[in-house]
Every structure is written in C-alpha cells, then in structure tokens.
C-alpha cells in the first residue's frame, strides 16, 4: 500500500466496521495526519468524538494516548516531568501522554487557558519543554480536540491562537435515522465490540510514502488565487472583526493538495477547496460584537462567502511535463 488513496481508503473501511457514518471526520483526520495538521471535533456527548480518534489511531498503527481535561489538569500532566528516584538517588523523566502519535485532549475547554497553552509549543514546533529540556514529539503527531457547542459552565473558551493552529474543525452531529438503526444493530450483534477489535491496516512507512506523494500534487495559479479570494473574504465581510490568517492560507493549500491526493488526483481542482472552506475557516473567524450578540453562526458566514466569492470556471488537470511540451514541436 503506497498511495494517499489507498491509505484513505482501507483506513475508512476498517473504522466503519465499528463506526457508522461520520466519513467526514474520518476524511480530515486523515489529511491532517497527511499533512501535518490538527483537528478539533464539536458535537454533542454521546456522537463517538473519543471513538473516532481511537478507532482512526487504531486503524493507522499509531500510539494514542487520551488526555482528559479538567480544570485542576496542569502543563506538567499534558507535557510530563521529573520524578525522584529514592533507591537510586536521581531524577528520571517521566514523559507525559502527549508523547504519542494520536493524542485527544478531551474535553480542550474544560481546562485552564495556562493548561490549553501546553499544547501550543506541541501543536506548532513538535516538541515539548519540561523543566527547560526540550525533547522531540513522536511523528507522525496529531493533535484530534474534542469540545461541547452546548455546555458552558466550568469552561474556558480556546483563545483565538489556539483555534487557528487547528487545520479544521469538523462538526459530529447526531446520526440519521438510518444510520442510528445500524448501530443499534450492530451492538446488538456484538455487544463487546470495541476499538481494539480494529485491524491495523497501514503502517508508518505507508504514510511517509503517501506524505511524499501529496507534496508532489500539483496546485494550478488559479487555485491559488481563488485561496486568496476566500481568504480575503472573510477579512472584509461586514460581520467579521477579525477574518483568517495566513495560516488558514496555508492550511488550504496543504488540505487541499491531500484533499486531491486521497482521490486519486495528482493536481488540485477549485471543488477541493471549495469542500474545505467550512472545516477550514468556520472557527477561525473573530465576528463583531453585533454579530455575536445575536447568535450569528461562523459556518452561516462561511457559507455566505463561499456562494460570494467566484469559483475559477475551467477543470484543471496536471501540467503537460516539459519533455512531452517538447515532443509535440
């Protein structure tokens, strides 16, 4: 297995023997673990936010780890430290569960802002500093979030930095009808199934070898300029204070070449973007006091700008290579 697509492909297969629904989750996990990026999940308790990370851990062959947060959590649970060794007189590094490949920081907002701000130096630099040494996180590293849009007491809102380091946010809603019948289906038929029941089907070579891949993909001007479009709407858009930064930039490009990838393409059309613009920019806008005060939703806002801003009208495909340009002379 060497392709992005067949990555995507067998992982989603093998999670949806326990998951039903949710592709779209399953879908940014794997671009972000593609490329270098993180996720924040939202939804109500109870739509498997901490079984989908698990279950796509699983899946990929990748060490998880679950923080559960709270506010008397601290930096030193998150990230580690050092612990007296009585029989032999030293100090020994205790590393704390950030160190793994797939770490959910459950619940982010109901730790303190100080606890949250330990997985800043992680998310953006790959390290993490305990007690003035600094040590190298594992890689692949993704950070998967998760948060509840309904209840506030005893929480603490993810400042507008911390948001912006995760590539995407993707809502987890309650589940169709139809799909909620097959769970209870499913655990009818097997009552003990659990994420360890999931068949590790790529390894870390698969994913080096598809991360290589989706850095070849090819992104045409047009696509570029269609980025900036969307990206400078939401900076002048009448409802937004604060619109998104370079790094939203950014995480379209990189989402948008894996995007392509996990399809079978090897350059990246104006769909690809467009399909992004919700997980991308919905929680990166900073909206104006009048907006906020009257429950105006982000992802309305993403909406409203995506249907605004023009898409580039011609199909692209991958550029001519040059010694075949010079064969048609």
Do not use: C, W
């Not at 392709?3 to 671009?31: F, H, K, M, P």
């Not at 370079?246 to 989402?255: G, K, M, Q, V």
């Amino acid at each position: 297995m060497t392709s992005s697509e067949e990555i995507y492909t067998a992982i989603r297969d093998e999670v949806s023997q326990l998951l039903v629904g949710n592709e779209d989750a399953i879908e940014a996990l794997t671009i972000a673990l593609l490329t270098d990026g993180h996720v924040l999940l939202e939804g109500v308790p109870g739509v498997a936010k901490t079984t989908i990370a698990n279950l796509f851990a699983q899946a990929a062959s990748l060490k998880y780890s679950r923080i559960q947060m709270t506010p008397d959590v601290l930096p030193a649970d998150i990230t580690g430290t050092h612990i007296y060794r009585e029989s032999v007189g030293e100090f020994d590094l205790q590393r704390g569960p950030v160190f793994a490949n797939v770490v959910l920081a459950d619940e982010i907002n109901r730790a303190t802002p100080k606890t949250q701000s330990a997985l800043l130096e992680a998310m953006e630099e790959r390290q993490a500093t305990i007690e003035g040494e600094t040590l190298d996180l594992p890689d692949p590293f993704l950070v998967v979030a998760t948060q509840n849009p309904i209840e506030y007491e005893g929480t603490f809102a993810l400042p507008e930095a911390q948001r912006d380091r995760f590539q995407f946010k993707v809502v987890v809603d309650l589940p169709r009808r139809p799909d909620e019948r097959e769970v209870l289906e499913r655990f009818d038929r097997a009552p003990s199934l659990t994420p360890a029941d999931i068949t590790e089907v790529v390894d870390v070579e698969d994913i080096d070898v598809a991360r290589r891949e989706v850095e070849e993909v090819h992104v045409d001007d047009k696509v570029y300029e269609y980025i900036l479009d969307l990206v400078a709407a939401t900076r002048e858009h009448a409802a937004v204070e604060y619109g998104a930064s370079p790094r939203a930039s950014l995480a379209f490009l990189h989402s948008g070449k894996a995007a392509a990838a996990i399809r079978g393409r090897g350059y990246v059309i104006p769909a690809d973007i467009k399909r992004l613009a919700l997980p991308v920019l919905s929680h990166r806008l900073v909206l104006d006091t009048e907006s906020e005060l009257s429950g105006r939703d982000p992802r309305d806002l993403v909406d409203e700008i995506v249907e605004t801003v023009p898409t580039p009208e011609a199909e692209l495909s991958e550029p001519t290579p040059p010694s075949a340009a010079n064969d048609d002379d």
